[in-house]
Protein backbone atom coordinates (compact mmCIF):
# COMPACT_ATOMS: atom_id res chain seq x y z
CA UNK A 1 0.00 0.00 0.00
CA UNK A 2 1.59 3.34 -0.60
CA UNK A 3 1.17 5.95 2.19
CA UNK A 4 -2.58 7.61 2.34
CA UNK A 5 -3.19 10.59 1.83
CA UNK A 6 -5.91 12.12 4.31
CA UNK A 7 -7.68 15.71 3.54
CA UNK A 8 -9.47 17.60 5.89
CA UNK A 9 -9.30 21.14 7.28
CA UNK A 10 -6.30 22.28 9.55
CA UNK A 11 -8.67 21.31 12.79
CA UNK A 12 -8.92 18.18 14.93
CA UNK A 13 -12.69 17.80 13.53
CA UNK A 14 -13.70 14.51 12.20
CA UNK A 15 -10.58 13.72 11.15
CA UNK A 16 -8.47 13.36 14.11
CA UNK A 17 -9.80 9.81 15.05
CA UNK A 18 -8.30 8.90 11.51
CA UNK A 19 -4.82 10.62 12.75
CA UNK A 20 -4.72 8.81 15.89
CA UNK A 21 -5.80 5.20 14.34
CA UNK A 22 -2.39 5.84 12.47
CA UNK A 23 -0.44 7.56 15.08
CA UNK A 24 -1.34 4.32 17.35
CA UNK A 25 0.16 2.35 15.24
CA UNK A 26 3.16 4.23 14.22
CA UNK A 27 2.07 4.01 10.08
CA UNK A 28 2.52 6.75 8.00
CA UNK A 29 0.27 9.12 6.78
CA UNK A 30 0.25 12.13 4.56
CA UNK A 31 -1.73 14.40 6.04
CA UNK A 32 -3.42 17.22 3.52
CA UNK A 33 -4.41 19.77 5.64
CA UNK A 34 -6.12 22.77 3.98
CA UNK A 35 -7.76 26.47 5.07
CA UNK A 36 -11.65 26.82 4.36
CA UNK A 37 -10.78 29.13 2.01
CA UNK A 38 -9.71 26.21 -0.36
CA UNK A 39 -11.98 23.77 0.15
CA UNK A 40 -14.30 24.59 -2.80
CA UNK A 41 -10.99 23.23 -4.82
CA UNK A 42 -11.31 19.72 -2.44
CA UNK A 43 -14.77 19.41 -2.60
CA UNK A 44 -14.72 18.82 -5.85
CA UNK A 45 -13.28 15.37 -5.64
CA UNK A 46 -14.53 14.50 -2.22
CA UNK A 47 -16.59 11.28 -2.82
CA UNK A 48 -19.67 13.00 -0.84
CA UNK A 49 -18.89 16.60 -1.05
CA UNK A 50 -17.81 16.03 2.47
CA UNK A 51 -14.20 16.44 4.57
CA UNK A 52 -12.54 13.98 5.64
CA UNK A 53 -12.07 12.14 2.73
CA UNK A 54 -8.47 9.53 1.67
CA UNK A 55 -6.81 8.86 -1.07
CA UNK A 56 -5.93 5.08 -0.91
CA UNK A 57 -3.59 3.67 -3.66
CA UNK A 58 -5.31 6.15 -6.03
CA UNK A 59 -8.64 5.57 -4.98
CA UNK A 60 -11.18 8.21 -3.10
CA UNK A 61 -12.71 7.07 0.10
CA UNK A 62 -14.95 9.12 2.56
CA UNK A 63 -16.45 9.20 5.82
CA UNK A 64 -14.51 9.22 8.97
CA UNK A 65 -15.74 6.39 11.17
CA UNK A 66 -15.72 3.77 8.31
CA UNK A 67 -12.26 5.22 7.44
CA UNK A 68 -10.73 5.19 11.06
CA UNK A 69 -12.67 1.60 11.25
CA UNK A 70 -10.62 -0.21 8.04
CA UNK A 71 -7.79 1.21 8.94
CA UNK A 72 -8.14 0.00 12.98
CA UNK A 73 -9.12 -3.44 11.21
CA UNK A 74 -5.69 -3.13 9.20
CA UNK A 75 -3.81 -2.21 11.96
CA UNK A 76 -5.06 -4.51 14.42
CA UNK A 77 -6.53 -1.82 16.55
CA UNK A 78 -10.30 -3.55 16.58
CA UNK A 79 -12.06 -6.36 18.21
CA UNK A 80 -10.67 -9.62 18.03
CA UNK A 81 -14.15 -11.31 18.28
CA UNK A 82 -17.25 -10.70 16.77
CA UNK A 83 -18.51 -9.52 20.25
CA UNK A 84 -15.66 -6.87 21.09
CA UNK A 85 -16.67 -5.83 17.35
CA UNK A 86 -19.91 -4.65 18.24
CA UNK A 87 -18.85 -3.36 21.15
CA UNK A 88 -16.61 -0.93 19.63
CA UNK A 89 -19.38 -0.51 16.86
CA UNK A 90 -21.69 0.58 19.62
CA UNK A 91 -19.41 3.21 21.17
CA UNK A 92 -18.70 5.24 17.58
CA UNK A 93 -22.14 5.24 17.35
CA UNK A 94 -22.81 6.56 20.51
CA UNK A 95 -20.00 9.07 20.36
CA UNK A 96 -21.57 10.24 17.05
CA UNK A 97 -24.86 10.82 18.45
CA UNK A 98 -22.89 13.25 21.08
CA UNK A 99 -20.92 14.66 18.38
CA UNK A 100 -23.79 15.15 16.73
CA UNK A 101 -25.21 17.49 19.18
CA UNK A 102 -21.96 20.19 18.92
CA UNK A 103 -22.78 20.37 14.86
CA UNK A 104 -26.11 21.42 15.58
CA UNK A 105 -24.89 24.09 18.30
CA UNK A 106 -21.98 25.48 15.90
CA UNK A 107 -24.17 25.45 13.05
CA UNK A 108 -27.31 27.34 14.66
CA UNK A 109 -27.36 30.80 13.38
CA UNK A 110 -29.01 32.18 16.31
CA UNK A 111 -26.89 33.63 18.94
CA UNK A 112 -29.11 33.32 21.83
CA UNK A 113 -30.13 29.93 20.75
CA UNK A 114 -26.41 29.02 20.33
CA UNK A 115 -25.80 30.03 24.10
CA UNK A 116 -28.77 27.70 25.85
CA UNK A 117 -27.93 24.76 22.99
CA UNK A 118 -24.13 24.88 24.35
CA UNK A 119 -24.99 25.47 27.92
CA UNK A 120 -27.37 22.15 27.40
CA UNK A 121 -24.59 20.41 26.38
CA UNK A 122 -21.95 21.59 29.06
CA UNK A 123 -24.28 20.47 31.67
CA UNK A 124 -26.80 17.64 30.90
CA UNK A 125 -25.27 16.11 27.73
CA UNK A 126 -21.72 16.22 28.79
CA UNK A 127 -22.55 14.51 32.14
CA UNK A 128 -24.99 12.22 30.00
CA UNK A 129 -22.26 10.80 27.65
CA UNK A 130 -19.68 11.32 30.16
CA UNK A 131 -21.94 9.16 32.45
CA UNK A 132 -22.26 6.31 29.86
CA UNK A 133 -18.18 6.15 28.92
CA UNK A 134 -17.56 5.64 32.84
CA UNK A 135 -20.03 2.96 33.00
CA UNK A 136 -18.77 1.03 30.61
CA UNK A 137 -15.30 1.81 31.65
CA UNK A 138 -16.40 0.25 35.10
CA UNK A 139 -17.73 -2.77 33.38
CA UNK A 140 -14.89 -3.61 31.14
CA UNK A 141 -12.60 -3.36 34.21
CA UNK A 142 -9.03 -3.72 31.89
CA UNK A 143 -8.65 0.05 31.86
CA UNK A 144 -9.74 -0.64 27.99
CA UNK A 145 -13.32 0.09 26.62
CA UNK A 146 -13.03 -3.65 25.40
CA UNK A 147 -10.64 -6.10 25.79
CA UNK A 148 -7.61 -5.87 27.49
CA UNK A 149 -5.75 -3.82 25.05
CA UNK A 150 -5.82 -0.59 23.15
CA UNK A 151 -8.57 -0.33 19.93
CA UNK A 152 -10.29 2.13 18.25
CA UNK A 153 -13.00 2.57 20.88
CA UNK A 154 -10.56 3.84 23.03
CA UNK A 155 -8.61 5.99 20.53
CA UNK A 156 -12.52 7.51 19.67
CA UNK A 157 -13.07 8.05 23.70
CA UNK A 158 -9.99 9.67 23.65
CA UNK A 159 -10.30 12.22 20.91
CA UNK A 160 -13.90 13.10 22.37
CA UNK A 161 -12.30 14.62 25.50
CA UNK A 162 -9.25 16.32 23.84
CA UNK A 163 -10.32 16.84 20.49
CA UNK A 164 -13.53 19.01 18.69
CA UNK A 165 -15.65 17.97 21.56
CA UNK A 166 -13.61 19.39 24.46
CA UNK A 167 -14.83 23.17 23.21
CA UNK A 168 -18.76 21.78 24.13
CA UNK A 169 -18.09 19.86 26.96
CA UNK A 170 -18.69 20.99 30.66
CA UNK A 171 -16.24 19.88 33.16
CA UNK A 172 -15.79 16.36 33.54
CA UNK A 173 -14.16 15.87 36.95
CA UNK A 174 -17.08 13.93 38.43
CA UNK A 175 -16.15 10.69 36.11
CA UNK A 176 -13.03 9.81 37.50
CA UNK A 177 -12.38 6.72 35.46
CA UNK A 178 -12.82 8.88 32.31
CA UNK A 179 -10.31 11.10 33.57
CA UNK A 180 -7.78 8.40 34.61
CA UNK A 181 -8.42 6.97 30.76
CA UNK A 182 -7.82 9.44 29.45
CA UNK A 183 -4.10 10.48 30.68
CA UNK A 184 -2.86 7.10 30.37
CA UNK A 185 -3.69 6.94 26.54
CA UNK A 186 -2.20 10.40 26.40
CA UNK A 187 1.03 9.76 27.96
CA UNK A 188 1.76 6.63 25.24
CA UNK A 189 4.44 6.87 23.22
CA UNK A 190 3.16 7.62 20.11
CA UNK A 191 -0.08 9.51 21.20
CA UNK A 192 1.69 11.48 23.42
CA UNK A 193 4.42 12.39 20.33
CA UNK A 194 1.88 13.17 17.65
CA UNK A 195 0.07 15.02 20.25
CA UNK A 196 2.82 17.50 21.10
Not at 15 to 29: P, S, T, Y
Not at 67 to 72: E, H, Q, W
Not at 141 to 154: E, F, K
Amino acid sequence: MSTPKLFYFDIMGRAEMIRLVFAAAGKQLEDVRFPETEWPQYKEKAPFGLAPYMEIDGKLYAQSVALSTYFAKLFDLYGKTDKECLQIDQLLNVIQDFITISFKIYEEPDEEKKAEKLKTCKESDTARYMGYFEKLLKENGTGYYVGDRLTLADLAVFDVVTGWMKYFMGPIDGFPLVNAFVDKIGAGERIKAYMA
